[in-house]
């Protein structure tokens, strides 16, 4: 059974920092890309960061980049994303998911909340 659980989320003030976690069970976790996405009311899913098997390659959305930073420890089946200098416009639900793992789209977690506020 695929199943991803998301934490770390939280209310915090403009410049502040978070780090999320993801933990995912149900699958050879080490052989998948794994994501990163969030979703605000209104709005569809939108992808904001991606690590790669084996070399933990990242890519990023752009607005992100350089500010969020995601890792992977495959002994544990977790990815983190490090999240500094949030902005209001990073406020939303974030989820994790699997790349390319046939009926991953099944299996989205409950999300974190991410809301950033002054």
């Known amino acids: 059974q695929v199943q991803f659980v998301e934490s770390g989320g939280g209310l915090v003030q403009p410049g502040g920092s978070l780090r999320l976690s993801c933990v995912a069970s149900?699958?050879?976790?080490?052989?998948?890309?794994i994501t990163w996405y969030r979703r605000t009311p209104g709005k569809e899913r939108e992808l904001v960061a991606s690590i790669s098997p084996g070399s933990r390659a990242t890519d990023y959305k752009a607005s992100v980049k350089g500010r969020f930073t995601m890792s992977r420890d495959d002994a544990k089946n977790a990815v983190y994303l490090q999240m500094n200098n949030l902005k209001p416009e990073d406020t939303g639900v974030y989820y994790c998911n699997a790349v390319a793992l046939v009926g991953s789209s099944q299996y989205w977690g409950q999300g974190t909340q991410v809301t950033v506020s002054s």
């Open positions: 149900g699958f050879t976790f080490r052989l998948f890309g």
